[in-house]
């Protein structure tokens, strides 16, 4: 998948970005993406462990949401934008089942040492309306006063 | 729950406590494509060879997601999860991720990792400690390439 490049100038605060829909999630899913990670903590994919420790069911990994922040990141930004900082704060639970809608939006744009430097606001919500998942990114996108 | 700290001296001992540097891991094309096909991710510069090699990455670049269970001593198996604490519970807080360097397939990273702090709040039904712990990863070129810092829950 190729997109068109995103230049600073594009760019307006509380502008949205292109947002990214996965799932139902299945234990499947995660499974696959523990695995990948060589992360095996059994909360995932043990509905007696989850239950154990008072869920309902097996839980979507948090770096799972960060991982999906991290992938609509690099997808708005192109080949020529670069990722500084990304975070993910987990407030509530997701579980199989769930589909995850990956959303954000500007907060702020800067040129900061030659380099246009854009602040997002990132978050995760469910098919219940419900956030999960409040993040942020900071990435530096090419200026088309430095690309002829 | 009395009012005993669940943050005994012991556990306090182990802030600023930081694991050795640990043993390389090779980043393998195959082990990101997984990562890359759990998240359904289709950027070409994480997945497609070919593109890469023409972009000015010249190769296929890593997912900040794909190192810290996967790099020995990035997994907070090997030191935060060692602080002693009377809660097992343990679920993950917050990731916050900084990009120093791109990171590569074929990259050679290795990693250490410290506890930089322990402490408890007051949680609806329970007191919660809350585990701080950050990871250096550093390529084959001594570059330290990203800092991940992972704050942990146990109840």
Known sequence: ????????????????????????????????FSAARNNFHPIHYDKDVARAEGH?????????????????????????????????????????????????????????????TIYCELWAENETGKTTTKGNAVVVLPCKLNNG | MGNESLVGPEAKRMIGAETPLGGPLEIEKGAVLRLGQSTQDKSPLYTDEEFAKKSKHGKLLVPVTFLDYNVPSGDEREITWKVPLPVKNRVRGKDEIELFHPIYVGDTIRARSKVLDVYEKEGKDAKLVFIIGETEYINQHDVVVMKHRITSIRR
């Open chain 1, 1 to 32: 998948m190729t997109t068109k490049q995103v230049y600073y100038e594009d760019v307006m605060v509380d502008m949205e970005l292109p947002g990214i829909t996965y799932g139902p999630v299945t234990t499947e899913m995660m499974v696959r």
């Open chain 1, 56 to 116: 309902p069911d097996v839980l979507v990994q948090g770096p799972l949401k960060l991982a999906l922040f991290d992938r609509l990141m690099r997808e708005w930004i192109g080949e020529e934008g670069v990722l500084k900082k990304i975070s993910a704060t987990y407030r509530g639970i997701d579980l199989p089942g769930n589909t995850l809608y990956i959303k954000g939006k500007i907060l702020s744009k800067n040129i900061e040492k030659d380099k246009g």
